[in-house]
């Protein structure tokens, strides 16, 4: 157990509908990060926030979008659902900002049908 | 867009045999990173380097930041049955600013016979 938590840990919904995937960082953790992993893509870095602000930006797509509020906890919404968004999402925490710190949690599985 | 080239893509190996598996790429990184994935779980980091030519080792697990900064490798000695799993490797570029990018190779499924 990486201390990190998710939820849902499964979500199946459809074609053009909006879901929001929320992670728990490790206590005392300020960074959180989000990837996508795909059976086509691979695994694929999204985005990065520090203390409720955006750090860095990977491959995200217009339709996602993320925050992290003051008590840190951080979600990821996906709108506008394509089959191709099915993926497994997977949030990470790490106390600074290295990205070589980061504990991932268990993800989320989102099938979208 | 940037790509990372893993290989090999699986293994299936004897338990007590040595592990040989790198990643390479067009673009210069300024750190590489290698991860494990267990079914079901998140990635875990196994090793991190920062500098050209560097070695690092946890314990049977060794890697290597090439020279020319487009490539790595691990080396997994004397395998276990609990090394089976997804290796990753992931190249970090321009950190610092808004555009820090960490890009993920596609993994080398390692697959171990007792």
């Known amino acids: 157990d990486s201390g990190v938590t998710q939820t849902p840990k499964h979500l199946i919904t459809a074609t053009g509908q909006r879901v929001t995937l929320r992670c728990s960082p490790r206590s005392g953790d300020l960074s959180v990060y989000w990837y996508q992993q795909s059976l086509d893509q691979g695994l694929q870095f999204l985005i990065h926030y520090y203390n409720g602000e955006e750090r860095a930006k990977g491959n995200i797509l217009e339709r996602f979008s993320a925050q992290q509020f003051p008590d840190l906890h951080s979600e990821l919404n996906l709108s506008s659902l394509e089959l191709g968004d099915s993926a497994l999402y997977f949030c990470?925490?790490?106390?600074?900002?290295?990205?070589?710190?980061?504990?991932f949690g268990p993800g989320t599985r989102l099938t979208v049908l | 867009g940037q790509q990372l080239n893993q290989s090999p893509q699986s293994m299936f190996i004897q338990e007590g045999e040595d592990v040989s598996m790198n990643c390479t790429s067009s673009s210069i990184f300024n750190t590489w990173l290698w991860y494990k994935q267990d079914p079901g779980e998140g990635p875990v980091l196994l090793i991190a380097?920062?500098?050209?030519?560097e070695l690092t080792s946890n314990g049977r697990l060794t890697a290597q930041f090439g020279i020319t900064r487009k490539d790595s490798f691990l080396n997994i000695s004397a395998s276990i049955p609990s090394d089976v799993g997804i290796y990753f490797c992931?190249?970090?570029?321009?950190?610092?600013?808004?555009?820090?990018?960490?890009?993920f190779g596609k993994g080398t499924k390692l697959s171990v016979k007792p």
């Open positions: 380097l920062y500098k050209a030519g």
């Open positions: 990470a925490s790490s106390v600074g900002t290295g990205y070589n710190e980061q504990f």
């Open positions: 992931a190249g970090l570029m321009n950190y610092g600013g808004s555009q820090g990018n960490l890009i």
